[in-house]
């Protein structure tokens, strides 16, 4: 059986050295953290995703959800583990005070996440979710929701889903066919099918708040009729109390490749009540192409821009998701790779007095354990520090960085989706590499980090639509200020470092900085004339864009590390470490970087002269 163990020592990294969090206390939230707060409340979600939730994680998977005479029932242990999560309060971290949560910065809470997908990532799914749902009715349901939905989701007595696919339609949602009717009172009555909806039905919560879009009868076509609805599994009555089933059927459940412990729901809305959340729309007009790329024009009603808001939370999570499953791999590879006896190190014999040298010897399988790492670390640093720069700025006086840092994290939350699931997913299967055929077999529970990593790139919007998302509108947003404002924070950081010592990580990331604004300015070249330009570009763009990122705050982290050991550290084997792995970044994962720019500007003609019957 694999193991897991949360990567303190890294996240105490990002929190002190990197982010400096006890610097801002004037940040609502930041003001009671002490380095002490931050390791209880670390070792705490370590503690339950190690002892509670990952022994649970093979389990789920081979025993998966069974839909039992209309039921669903999530696998054995599942539902103590899940109580055992709210009543330790781990969902309310960063909630608000005021709805009963702890009111802590939300990187925290992203951190006890990563714990939690790393653990069990099925579990995972239900709780995330549901914590989704909870942060669309705090911004935009009427009061009384509030008080009868809220504090139920964040006991856990309740959970949340999102419905958006259908069967014919999962990226292109204007082609959808849920209906919403009003009726004398005010609510709508619900009807159609929605496919693929996480934790749409199970036997953990006792009632589920589903958040539906559905076309509203009489208001236009297309996506400007699309409005957002909040359809409880069971009727709920004025005083919280539960009333009669509410026309929400679940048709069964999916068999999958992975996630085999988050239940998949075939749901049937047959008249549903439905609150419609957010204003009606103000005007109607056609909608865009493609709702899961956020493109809904002129009439999307607020309730659009509230599923809007949770989507692309959901990314991030999603992305997350994607180091989540790259970390619990790489650490039981590396521990297999220190046992596992084959070969003798080219060098000679390092391990004399055994059969074999242990195959960590070995310089193939160090690259591949370097390369997770540098990952994984990277990426994690880079997630926690866009959204810990995300919060400050907002609280802060300087409207400029509030500006940039609002406008990034707009710009790079389809690059945080579709390159951390990517590399992610490649990490996961260097990861069962390093086990040889052990790691084909389900004893050792590769296989199945493997299949459960790969969901990542699918959903929440696939992988290709969210490059394409990334060039099509984020890119131009602002005549280019976003990426304009990347450039710039790069630059800044490479000028302000003078010292030799920095000459490996400034000079790779000057040459991956130069690629990207060059591949940025073929594009706003080409496909302005061409959209098919743009299309053709979007994958090997966005991972060009996402590996200069990394590039970036691996740069930054090596800075870190020299001054800490310039000015003595009782732990030097943590920074060499740092240092080692920022120089594998830098001579094995930034020289892509031309290849990228010279894939993502080699034109659509290719893609494009083959007849569609060609294919
Ligand atoms: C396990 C699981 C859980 C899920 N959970 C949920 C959930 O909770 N709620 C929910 O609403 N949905 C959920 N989904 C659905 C998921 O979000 C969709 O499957 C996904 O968005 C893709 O839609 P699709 O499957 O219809 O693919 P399609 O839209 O048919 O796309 C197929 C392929 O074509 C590409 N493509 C499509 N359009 C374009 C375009 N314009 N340009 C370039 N490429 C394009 C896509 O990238 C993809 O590779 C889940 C799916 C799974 C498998």
């Known amino acids: 059986m694999p193991s897991y163990t949360a990567p303190l020592r890294e996240m105490r990294f990002v929190f002190n050295d990197l982010l400096r969090i006890t610097d801002y206390a004037d940040v609502p939230g930041y003001g009671e953290l002490t380095e002490e707060l931050v390791d209880a409340v670390l070792e705490g979600g370590a503690r339950i995703a190690e002892d509670v939730w990952a022994p649970l994680n093979q389990v789920g998977d081979e025993e998966g959800c069974r839909f039992e005479n209309g039921v669903?029932?999530?696998?054995?242990?599942?539902?103590?583990?899940?109580?055992?999560?709210?009543?330790?309060?781990?969902?309310?971290?960063?909630?608000?005070?005021?709805?009963?949560?702890?009111g802590l910065p939300g990187i925290l809470a992203m951190a006890i996440s990563e714990m939690a997908m790393s653990s069990n990532l099925s579990l995972s799914t239900y709780i995330g979710l549901s914590g989704g749902v909870a942060g669309v009715l705090m911004a935009i349901a009427p009061d009384e929701l509030k008080q009868i939905y809220l504090p139920k989701m964040l006991a856990g007595e309740w959970t949340g889903t999102m419905n958006l696919?259908?069967?014919?339609?999962?990226?292109?949602?204007?082609?959808?066919?849920?209906?919403?009717?009003?009726?004398?009172?005010?609510?709508?009555?619900?009807?159609?099918?929605?496919?693929?909806?996480?934790?749409?039905?199970?036997?953990?919560a006792e009632n589920i708040a589903h958040l539906v879009l559905a076309k509203v009868e009489g208001e236009g076509e297309g996506l400007a009729a699309v409005s957002l609805f909040l359809v409880p599994k069971y009727q709920v009555?004025?005083?919280?109390?539960?009333?009669?089933?509410?026309?929400?059927?679940?048709?069964?459940?999916?068999?999958?490749?992975?996630?085999?412990?988050?239940?998949?729901?075939?749901?049937?809305?047959?008249?549903?009540?439905?609150?419609?959340?957010?204003?009606?729309?103000?005007?109607?007009?056609?909608?865009?192409?493609?709702?899961?790329?956020?493109?809904?024009?002129?009439?999307?009603?607020?309730?659009m821009a509230g599923m809007f808001q949770m989507m692309n939370g959901a990314r991030i999570g999603v992305g997350y998701q994607g180091i989540a499953l790259s970390e619990v791999a790489y650490q039981n590879a590396a521990a297999y790779a220190r046992e596992r006896l084959a070969g003798r190190a080219l060098t000679g014999a390092k391990y004399p007095e055994q059969a074999a040298d242990p195959i960590v010897v070995h310089p193939d399988v160090r690259r591949m354990l370097l390369h997770m790492r540098a990952f994984n670390e990277g990426a994690r640093a880079l997630l926690l520090w866009l959204s810990h720069e995300?919060?400050?700025?907002?609280?802060?006086?300087?409207?400029?960085?509030?500006?940039?840092?609002?406008?990034?994290?707009?710009?790079?939350?389809?690059?945080i989706k579709a390159h951390f699931t990517d590399v992610g997913y490649e990490c996961v299967n260097?990861?069962?590499?390093c086990y040889g055929g052990h790691g084909y077999v389900r004893e050792h529970g590769m296989e199945q980090f493997v299949r459960d990593s790969r969901i990542s790139q699918l959903y929440e919007g696939a992988n290709g639509v969210q490059a394409l998302d990334l060039v099509g509108r984020r890119l131009g947003h602002e005549n280019g200020r976003p990426v304009r404002g990347l450039f710039g924070l790069i630059s800044t950081f490479l000028a302000d470092q003078?010292?030799?010592?920095?000459?490996?990580?400034?000079?790779?990331?000057?040459?991956?900085?130069?690629?990207?604004?060059?591949?940025?300015?073929w594009l706003a070249q080409h496909a302005s004339q061409n959209r098919e330009e743009a299309g053709a570009a979007s994958a090997d763009y966005l991972r060009l864009m996402g590996t200069v990122l990394i590039g970036y705050i691996w740069a930054r982290m090596a800075r870190i590390a020299l001054d800490r050991l310039a000015e003595g550290t009782d732990d030097?084997?943590?920074?060499?470490?740092?240092?080692?792995?920022?120089?594998?970044?830098?001579?094995?994962?930034?020289?892509?970087t031309a290849a990228l720019k010279a894939k993502a500007s080699a034109g659509a003609e290719v893609l494009m002269t083959p007849d569609d019957e060609a294919f």
Not at 82 to 100: E, K, L, R
Not at 392 to 406: C, I, P, T
């Open 572 to 592: 030097p084997g943590f920074y060499e470490m740092k240092l080692n792995t920022a120089r594998y970044y830098m001579g094995r994962v930034m020289p892509d």
């Open 390 to 415: 995300a919060t400050v700025s907002r609280h802060g006086g300087d409207k400029e960085r509030r500006q940039l840092l609002g406008d990034l994290f707009n710009l790079l939350t389809p690059v």
């Open 237 to 303: 009555n004025d005083d919280g109390s539960l009333g009669p089933a509410n026309g929400v059927v679940c048709g069964g459940i999916e068999h999958k490749m992975g996630i085999r412990g988050s239940a998949t729901a075939v749901l049937h809305y047959e008249g549903a009540i439905g609150h419609r959340l957010g204003a009606r729309p103000p005007a109607k007009t056609e909608g865009a192409d493609d709702a899961k790329s956020g493109k809904a024009k002129g009439g999307s009603s607020r309730g």
């Open 430 to 433: 260097m990861a069962m590499q």
């Open 72 to 102: 669903v029932r999530a696998p054995a242990g599942f539902k103590a583990a899940f109580d055992a999560w709210y009543q330790g309060g781990w969902n309310a971290i960063a909630a608000p005070t005021a709805w009963g949560g702890q």
């Open 165 to 204: 696919t259908e069967p014919h339609c999962g990226t292109d949602l204007k082609l959808m066919r849920t209906k919403a009717v009003e009726q004398p009172d005010g609510s709508y009555a619900i009807t159609g099918t929605k496919i693929f909806i996480t934790g749409g039905d199970h036997d953990m």
């Open 498 to 521: 003078d010292g030799e010592e920095m000459a490996p990580f400034t000079a790779p990331l000057k040459r991956g900085l130069d690629d990207l604004m060059a591949a940025t300015g």
